[in-house]
Structures are given as structure tokens and as C-alpha cells.
């Protein structure tokens, strides 16, 4: 049926005020404990990263930002803004959220800001004030904190002192902040910790970012929950204490998989972006979130599955985009139970793709963006000119 | 081996600082929505529960009180006080937390103090109020929070507007509070509502504390986590930021089962303990909790399955409080992992039974309960003197 | 865009082949151990309850049957068939599936076919052989088996010895089976037993269905499952097995929620029904399952939430139909994930609304179920002819 | 107080039949995808993983083998046999179950046994064979199968045609084996697959087993399940259809964690042990099976952690041991729940190390083992010798 110009425009007002970041990392070869697949065009470099991000953008143009971890885009620290910056701007995206390594050096075994130890939790907090300061020459402006902290054993560490000393330090962390810079503390209930991790969930992010003060805000991954737990009811109580900072995505059956966002239960990613669209309807303005990509595509071309996510977003977002709000209060407030449900699946089972499609025409790209990026001929080049890769070793076994 | 007098004096210190309280609803007939199977000594009153409280209190020493449920307990409200302290008192009992109940009337179906019609909000906020007002007249410090509100299906109710609601109806109750009066505010993650529940989790409990005030405390009900969650941790953290109110103890392999506390995983039901009697020792004074039993004893027999249940809440907080905590802070600061853990291990295969039975000597109670229980001849005069009871319908489904 | 004639004969033949069973229970008043909230127009009688599955037939046109409750629906056993299927006849569907009742009963207290007293177990086995009777009477062909039997606490209960009496009382029954007549055995993991459930997993069903013969299959419900189990590959290996028997269809978020189909997780819906129809494609024939809801409607009005159960579940079922399978089956022999995963998202993305308005006009009923029942007048007669119901006792807890 | 001589004898007897089995790759360095941390003591080579297990043995006098890891410990093949056992024999061990490694080779990428490209297929039935091969020239009963196999997303596999080339395959590997030789197949639910894993539960195994012959058998690694699945009631059935092979026993809170057996559940163990010596105790001899640890001993260290293993398995075993069967059997029969309950804790909370440090005495081993480990100098001498390692990429990332 055709679109009418009423849904047309608020099709497009949605779809321009969504863009999601991509993780530089995300193009890099990544596996599991049990071994990693390595792929032929798969980058090796940060520039390599920075030029498979801008592929993705200029096909979809909804991708305007590179999401850099400082231990592998940054060797040299604040010296390498300059270089990074550069190479971004050539393929058209700026450098977006800034991720300080603190759980690949050895003298993390025991946790970093949470390590019993002193001199490890001054380490820490010292590589994350660095961080600060490419954030801070970058023009960037979040701070995304996760934090393999934790134990494996009953027992083994002061659950308490823990808590102690990470609120400590992300105090300081919190007061090298100025301008519009935040900080977005992560949480995760396992993994690599196995007993106990010292941020687990929603509700420890929220009280550590509360010590901290005014720029410290929440930052939800989608794949950081227990099973079954209503993400999106987390994500309407942080919007309704103004303590949400913004979401890395992805999808997963059981744990933290870092599956393709929606690729196994996209009616729940749907419903976060409900209750965000809801949110934004009755205030009448949209909250101020950090849509981010935290994914690792270990068998799925990574470029091809980086289009997929970035496409998905789109479309999930614009279902929610276009729920009709008022009629949904009016349901809500009478408890008229199957109208109100109604609201939502009329817009969930809606094909909007023909909307995006438009959108994408308005905008001179193409309206397929994965047989554009196919038609390009960019992967073959990749392959080619990424040549034989050291792979180190790729079994965390061997 | 024999008992050395200082492990004795510490052991029995422990237990005389040791009491745990009974809810007058695990006497009588309950079941699940399949059905209820009915036991021929159940209590049917007010009056028999207490009795019932009062038997397990005479041979554990350690149930001083009884937890009571408005709409079962007081059907005339405040007049009935008076009766019921004195039946307690006739017992050897006193009452303990009050419980309103604003689940059971058909105007809930939509929820209480969450509901989106304004009457029904105010018809909740008033039978709490009218607890508040039982908890004044009969002494009683605590009053817990349970609600039963959420909804079922997506979209099917504002999540941020009853949080508000919520909000507003809990402050309220706060203000109504005086002298050492205390609100507990119970999570639940699902059922009976099996979409969303307006309080889920703990960081949801301490929010809407947190908004209320000083009198307001987080009730952790152990059977209310998802699978996998490290419950002691949130105890940790609510000790540390002084906002744990109390427990509500049971076991569970799944959902909220309500079984006997400890029968599936008592390793742990000790670490819960472990983590309050780490911080007893660190501020040299234990912290102020209510602990209270919340089980449904559908097949076994309801009065020695509270017997079981006060003897393991014994032996486990013994077993806790003989940790050697000097020499675990000693091992944790080192992160010396095999010897702290082992300083847990030690203590919960340490065989304590022994101990309780020269506590309980020197009580002058027995050195077993349930035999003297069983001997005392009280199920066989109950099950005589209460008679054939009315059972209505004993499925959800008839 | 306009529905090619390809694809609407695609589509109306799947529409053909599918259709779903409502259960009688389904329609009556429903609830959790804490209340249930009684709907003035809910059925109380079998008459009432197949009369309201008959105005979902006539509605949708896809449920042609009605499952029955041997306790509930014929108190007088075989005697009641006649009146059943003249009811049934005159409400245009047929009676279903037969659902023996060995729960309610105090007897079953212990178990029923797992009971260790083996005066319960023959009670039990007679009620089945009873209802097997009922299934021959009226000409059904299935005979639904759930089981409540489970122990609530380690060591209450020999899993192996009741493993052994499970197997002789359902071998018993198989030999009672004659003609076209199956059973299908039901497995659960928990609820109303928690700590172990006789027949806990598909596993187990079909170790006792291949004990028994030919005549028993695995009955998947699917909201029996622990969390993150991957259902649709229960159902594939069962398939290729030639041991599946059907469905009892509902959506959770955490237990055994029993929440319209789909409400949930649509997708994984819509993986079940992909894995049919792929089975389906290659062999060129479907196989012969049984399509049946079980849901507790406890909060929405019992009829509607019927037919958009219905509706949901022809929609989904018509989106894997129309997957290309061809395509598929070449892009997984190559290992294309992206693809291959395309082609199921392609199918479960598009809107089949359309082609299911179409269908429906072709047979004559209205475009709209919902809308066409609500100007029917059908609930308001109801709940003015049901008049005043008895409630019973409205909680376990009562 | 003083043990009995009856209870010693029953205790001596049943340590005397339980042994457990060590695997080699525990004693390499190991990590999660996200790093690893280096021991300086842990094994690089073959001899020295033997040797570890070896001092093992001989401190706790229970773990007589070690499992052996094809791809790591036979670079060579049937080759390195000779010099493999020599080594063995040198320590006082001998070979134990054969690991073929089917999931490390980059043409693993889409499966192996379950590839849909029949080269690769080929490949690791190959791969298997030799492993066999391996099996018969050093004596080994068993030959473990663990398979990595699966998918990432929906529809990027065809489950079916993927079970049927598993059966195919298992099918020749049978027919490869002679005498007493077992092929055990393990199951489990995710990772590193996420969507799907092809052989995800006991019952797949049991499928697959049963289609391959009586040699074949179910192999149950306790941290292969989903959250609050009763293993033990799978150990049961399993029993009860003399279809289990044997064991990879560790412990975890959420995944599979490969943390120290019962380091969080001991109770789950001691009920796993408890069906297992409760079948022994009816049928008069114990049944045939493998009891293996699978551990990754990321942070403690790793020979000190797997002295913990073994001797908690060791305590936890001979409490099963010591479980008034008769007792119990009556008790069960006659449904008396708290007393049959009880007769499990009784046991579970008896103290068995008195009785396990006499056993050692008796055996001419240290009392407490982890104290002559320490006391013996080996680890030291390890950290001397072993010197500075390669450790190669520390990180899937990186």
C-alpha cells in the first residue's frame, strides 16, 4: 500500500535522529577461549578498523562514529590522537566513545580498580585518567568504563572493600571530567569473573555513578543480564531518574554471545526502543543516549554483519518510532489490556523497510546497503591487500 | 574431638544474638494454582497459627516472633490488636512484622499502588495506612512490603507512570511512620505478574527507599533473584550502604518454590551469613535485621518443616559466625585465593550440631527439637481438636 | 505492493493445512497461588466453554476442535460424551484432544502413576483408562498426559523406583490404544513439583514413549522449558525421529507463564513453525502433529485473548510457510550464514496481513476476527446470561 | 567423638573403590576469550602436565590417570604412545581417557563431524580414528567426544541434516572400537556455539549413543546445563538405562565456568554421588563409570586447585557413602518426607574428613594433602625450572 506523507515524515524525523556507533574492535579477528576463525580481510590495524567503520557509514549513513579502545588504537597514548583523528576524518567518521583497557595486563589477574592491591588499583586509575585525556584531545565525549573485576571463588575477596575501592577511584575518574564529557559505567553479572563481579548489575552502576556525581550516567549492554530479565524496564526506570548514558547492543541466547543485535529475540530490542520513543513522545524532546555497537562477529563476514546490525537498529527503531503514542496512553490509562498490546504489535509486524528504503533514496544512498557494500568490491581489495596475518596463537588452550 | 571453651563462648554468643521469625501463613493450608493438599492438623485461625509459632519457638528457642498478615490476622483492623497480643503472649510469643495484603481483591487486578486508576491507588494507600496504624498499636517495628502489582504482556501499562505512582504511594506510608518504625520494601522479579513487576530487583527496592527516606530498607526475599544471581553480594551492598531491612528466607531450585530454607543449597544460605557476620566483625556490632521465614509448606508437615527450618538457620549462621575472619581479611588483602576460600570451607564442613545441642542444655530446652516436638503429643491433639475444615476450592483451575 | 498470485497460493495452502486446538479449560476463570480475578462473562460450564471456543472458530476459521478435560468436562465420565459431542456439533467444532485430570485429587498428594503407594498409582492408571474410554466414545484421537508427580526436596522420593512405575502404568495405557488413537506425554521441568519432576524434559518423554510403542509421542509445551533452551531443535530432532506428537502452545518470559502465544518472543514462534515447514519441504508432506494452545488468560478477557492467539499463531505460521526454502537449503550446504540467516529474516520481516485478510474473505468470514466478534454482541450476552458465579476461594493462601 | 569401627569399614570401602581421573590440559595455562594470566609454575609440555598429576596422585592417593588431550599431548600420533606411557609410568599414572580435538583447526569454522562440507567431515572422522588408534596402543578403556559443533544464528544450518551426519559419524567411530573400549559422548547447551549446539543435551547424547551401539554411552560434565537443571535426576535415568559412561566433573555459578568441583554447589554433588551410591547400594555393585575432572584453573594454582578437586570429591563421595540407605528406602516408601529428607542431611553434615585423614594413615599418605604438596618443594622447583614461557596472544581481542 503507499506510504502516506504523514507516517513519510515521521518515518524520516525518526530516522535522523538515530545513528549507532560502531566499535573499532569489532573489526578485528576475535574468537572464544576454545580458538578464534581468522578471516582474510579482517583488519589488523587501527586504520584498517577506522576504514571498515566508514565503509559501513557511507552505505548505511547511520553510522557516524568510531567507538576506539585505548590499549589497541592508542599504543602511544594521547600522542596518537592526532594520527587517529586523521585517518577517521578520511573516511568520514569522527572518533566517538573512548574505552580504557584495564583487564589485559597481567597485574589485572586480581581485579584493577577493585585489586586488593594499591600499587594495581593506582595502575588502573592512572590508565583511565590517560584515557581521559584522549578523550579529552579527541573532542569525545564518553568514557565507557567496563571492568572484568571480580572473583571466582566464595571467599576470596572482600566483596565490601571492593565496592570500597571502586568508588574511590571512579571518583577520581569523575572529577578529571569538564565540559560536556561523561562517564558511562558499565555493569555485567559474569564472566571473566565467575563467582562475583564487582559491578553485576544495573543497580551497582546506578549507585557508584550516584557517588560519583552529575556526569556519571549507566551504561546498559544488552547482552550484561541474568535470563529472562526485563531490559526494558531497566531502561525506563534509568530514563526515569535521568541516570541512563546509553546502550552497547547486541544479541544472545544464553550469555554474553555478542550475537548480531536482534538476531535472536528482536521483538525485546523492539520494546527497548519502545520504551525510549515513549519516553521522548511525553517529554517532547528525545533523551540524550549513546547507541553503541558491542559485538563480535567470530564466523560471520564482519563488514557484512556490522551492515546487518546497523540495518536492524534502523528498522526496530523506526517500528518504535511510529507505535501511535497517544492512542496507546489513552489504552493504558483505562487498562484496556489487548488494545494496548495491540499498539505495539500493529507497529512490530509492520514492514517498514519500504519507509527506510525512501529514506535512504532522500538521502542518495542506496536502498540495499549489503548489495551495495557487495557490489563495491571493497572486501575483495580488503582480502587482498590485508594479506597473510600473524595470528598468533588462537586457542586460549594451546 | 572436644569443644574448647572459646570456640563455645563465641558459638554461643552467636546463637543468643541468633533469632529468627515465623509468619503466621506457614500454618495453614496453602498450595499452588494446581491445587492444595490439605493437612489434618493445619491451622485455620489466627489463634491456632500462633499456637503453632508458639510450639516451635519452645523448642528451638530461637522464633521469639510472629510475623502477621492484615486481611488473615486483623478482619476488624486495629480492634483485633489487643486479641492477638494476648494469644501471642499466652504462647510465649510477640508479634512481629506487619503485612498488609493488597493482592487478594478483585480491584487489583491491575495492581495497588501501581494501578492506573487513581480509586484503586487510593483504596491500597489506605489498607496500608490501617497497618501502619496495627503495627503502632501492637508494638510492632517492621512493616513489610510486598506487591503483587505489574502487568502481563508488553505494553500493556505505563512502566515509568507506576513508577511514579509508586513512588508517590510509598513516600506517603513513610510519612505515617514514627518512633523506631521501619518499611521494608520487597522485590520480585515475576509472579503473579509475568511480563513486568513494578519492583524487581533489588536496585528497584533501593530507589524507591532511597525516595521514601530514612525508615525505609530493602527486604530481601531469597527466593525473588533469577537463576544464578549472587544474592550475597546484594547483601553486601545493601549492608554497605546501610540499606538492608531484613530477609525473607526460604529455598527454591527455580522460582519462588518457598521450600525449606536450606534444602537446596545450603553452601549458599551460608554465605548470606557469611557476609553479615564479615561485617559484624568488622564494625564490632552486628547490623540491625529483621530475620523472617517465608515458606509454603504445601506437602510436608507444617510445623516440624518450621523446625527444620529454624534448626538450619542455626546451624548455617553458626557456621558463618565461626569463620576465622582475622585470618581471611589476612589471606583476602593477599589474594591468597586457595587459603581464603579454604577459610570458608573450613567453617561450613565444620560438623556444629554439637555445639547447638550444648546451647540449647544450657537453655534448658532440648538437645533435638523435632523429637521433642514429637514426642510432645501436640499434631496429634491438633489434628483431633481442629477438626474437618472447610477446604473451598483447592485448584485455581476449579 | 500488490500479493503475487504465486504467493497467495503458497499462502492459502499453508492457511489450509493449519489449524489449532483450544483448550475448554481455557475459558473458564483461571488464576495464580495468590487470587484469581473472576471475568463476569467466563464460562462455568462445558456448554459455555465450547460454545465461547466455537465463536473463535467461527471467527478465524482455523480451530476447528476443542481439547476437554476429563474432571471438568465429564464429571459422569463416558456417560457425558453423547451430551459433549452434541454441544460440541452445535457449536460447529468437534471435541479434541482428552486430558485425563491425576493432580487434584488429595490422594495424588505423593503422585499418581509415581506415587510409591501403589493403591494411588492403580487410582491414577483407572482415571486414565477411564479417559481412554471417553477417547474411543467420542472419537478423539489423542490422549493428552501431563503429570504434577515430582518430589519438593532432595531424597523425598526414589526418582528411579517412580521412573520404574511410570513406565509400567504408561505401558498399560499404550496397550489400552487401538486404531488411529495416540498418547502424547507431556514433559515439565517444575511447578507444581520443585525439587525434581517425574517427567522433567523431552528426554524423558521420550524415553517412556519409546518404552511403551508406537502409539506414544513427546507433547512439547512450550512454555516447559529452563531458560535459553533452544526449543525449535527439540522439535527438529524430534521430528527426525518420527516422535513428535504436537503442541501445547503458550508464551513466557520465565516459568510456565501460559501468556498468549507470541506475546513474548515471536521469533522463536516463528523458528518452531520454520522447522516444520522446512521437515515439510523436504519430504513433500507435513507431519501429522497435533496444534494445540494451552494458556491461562488470567487478566485479559478469556475469548479475545483467544482469537489473537489464533490469529498470532496463523500469522506466524504463514510467515515460515512462505520461507524460500530452496534457496536456503543451497545457502546453508555452502555455509553463506549471512544468507541463509536472510532468508528466514526476509520471511518473518514481511507483513502477511494482507495475504491472511485475502484468505479469509476467499472463505467467507470477516477480514477482522477481533473486530468482527466485538460487533457480534456475543460477551455482552455472555455476561448477562452468566449471571452472578460462584467464586470459591479465590487464593491458595485463603 | 570416637568413630566406629563399622562406620570406618563402610568408609574405607567405598574410598577405596572411588578414584578420579586428572586431565592433562589442566595444568597448562588456560584463560577466558578476554586473556589469560601466566603461572610461572604451569606445564608447557606433555612430561610436565603428566608430572603434575603425578604429585597429584601421589599426595591424595585417588587420581591413578590422567586424560590425555590428542591434539596437545600426541603432536605425533600413535608415536608418541610409547613415550607418552613411559613418562606415565615414571610418575606413578597411567593414560586415561583419549580427547580427540575436533573444534581447533581453522577448517572447524562451520563444524566438524556436523560440517556441511564432506571434506572436513572426513577430516575429523579422521581425526577420531587415529584417536582410536591412540586408544588401543596405550590400553585406554574410554574415548571422550566432545564436540564444538553448532550454529550462531537461526537458519545458517540445517539442524536435521547436521544431527544425521553426527549419527553417521558416531556410527563409524563405533564400529572402530573393540574389547572393552567405550566411546562417551558429551552434550552441552551453548559455547562456543551460541544459536544452536548440535549435540545440546543428555537426551541428543542418549539419541546418538543408542544409534551407534552398546559401547557408546552418555558422558555428563556437570557444568553442561542449563541454570537449575536437576543433574542428578539425569544421573538417575541415565543409571536406571545403564546408558552412562562417566563424568567431567567442575563446578559454576552461571555458564560453564569449569570452577573447582563444589567450590558452589557442594550440596548438588553430594546428591549426584548420592544416586549414584544409592543404585550401587540396591543392585549390590557399582556401576561402571568414569569419573573425570574438566577443570580450567585460571587464578588459583593450578596443582594446589587440584588437590582442593580432589579431595573435595573425595569427602564428598564418602558422605553419599555413608547415607543410611535402608533407611532411606523405607522411609521413601512410605512417603515420610522429612525423614527421608533427613537422612541425606544427616549424612551431608557429618564431618568425614576424621574418617578420611585415618584412610590416608592407613594408606601411608599424608593427613592433609595440600600441606605435604606445600611442604614438598615441587612447586617451587617447577617455577625454577620451567622457566620463561612463550605465552603467545594473551587475548582472543588482541
Known amino acids: 500500500m503507499p506510504l502516506s506523507s504523514v507516517q513519510t515524515d515521521l518515518a524520516f524525523k525518526a530516522l535522523e535522529s538515530f545513528a549507532i556507533e560502531l566499535p573499532s574492535w569489532g573489526f578485528a579477528n576475535t574468537g572464544t577461549r576454545f580458538g578464534k576463525f581468522i578471516q582474510a580481510g579482517a583488519a589488523t590495524s587501527t586504520a584498517e578498523k577506522i576504514s571498515d567503520a566508514g565503509i559501513v557509514h557511507q552505505v548505511t549513513g547511520c553510522c557516524p562514529s568510531v567507538a576506539v579502545h585505548v590499549l589497541w588504537d592508542f599504543p602511544n597514548g594521547k600522542a596518537d590522537v592526532p594520527a587517529v583523528m586523521k ?6 567518521v569522527r572518533i566517538g566513545a573512548i574505552n580504557p583497557n584495564v583487564f589485559q595486563d597481567q597485574c589485572y589477574k586480581n581485579g584493577s580498580l577493585g585489586n586488593p592491591d594499591a600499587e594495581v588499583r593506582k595502575t588502573a586509575l592512572s590508565h583511565i585518567l590517560d584515557s581521559v585525556e584522549i578523550q579529552s584531545a579527541s573532542g569525545s565525549r564518553d568514557l ?6 571480580g572473583t571466582n571463588f566464595p571467599g576470596t575477596g572482600s566483596i565490601r572493600a571492593r565496592k570500597d575501592w571502586f568508588t574511590e577511584g571512579l571518583k577520581t575518574v569523575h572529577s578529571a571530567l569538564s565540559g560536556n564529557q561523561r562517564m558511562l559505567v558499565e ?21 557508584l555513578s550516584k557517588h560519583c556525581g552529575p556526569r556519571a550516567k549507566v551504561l546498559v549492554d544488552t547482552g550484561h543480564h541474568y535470563q529472562a530479565v526485563n531490559i526494558e524496564q531497566i531502561v525506563a526506570w534509568l ?46 524532546a528525545a533523551p540524550d543516549l549513546a547507541y553503541m555497537v558491542d559485538q563480535s562477529h567470530n564466523l560471520k563476514n564482519k ?3 556490522t551492515i546487518q546490525t546497523a540495518c536492524t537498529a534502523q528498522e526496530l527503531f523506526l517500528k518504535a518510532a ?20 495491540e ?9 517498514v523497510r519500504p519507509l527506510l528504503r525512501e529514506w ?4 542518495g544512498i542506496a536502498e540495499n546497503p549489503m548489495e551495495a557494500f557487495r557490489a563495491s568490491g571493497y572486501m575483495e581489495r580488503a582480502e587482498k591487500e590485508r594479506g597473510p596475518r600473524n595470528m598468533g596463537a588462537i586457542s586460549s588452550y594451546a
Chains 1, 2, 3, 4 share one sequence.
Not at 247 to 262: E, K, M, S, V
Open 144 to 149: 565507557s568504563l567496563w571492568f572484568a573485576d
Open 360 to 363: 535512504r533514496k532522500s538521502k
Open 87 to 92: 585517518v577517521a576524518a578520511e573516511h568520514g
Open 187 to 207: 555493569y555485567k553479572p559474569f564472566e571473566p569473573a565467575f563467582y562475583h563481579t564487582d559491578i553485576a548489575d544495573w543497580g551497582m552502576s546506578y549507585i
Open 303 to 305: 563488514i557484512e554483519e
Open 343 to 351: 499498539c505495539l504489535r500493529e507497529a512490530f509486524f509492520t514492514d
Open 239 to 284: 530514563l526515569s531518574e535521568d541516570m541512563l548514558g546509553g546502550f552497547h547492543f547486541n544479541d544472545r541466547r544464553y550469555a554474553d554471545d555478542d550475537l548480531t543485535l536482534g538476531s535472536i529475540d528482536p521483538y525485546q530490542v523492539f520494546r527497548i526502543f519502545y520504551e525510549i520513543c515513549y519516553f521522548t513522545w511525553e517529554r517532547g
Open 322 to 341: 511510529l507505535i501511535d503514542f497517544g492512542k496507546l496512553a489513552a489504552h493504558q490509562q483505562k487498562a484496556d489490556l489487548i488494545d494496548s498490546e
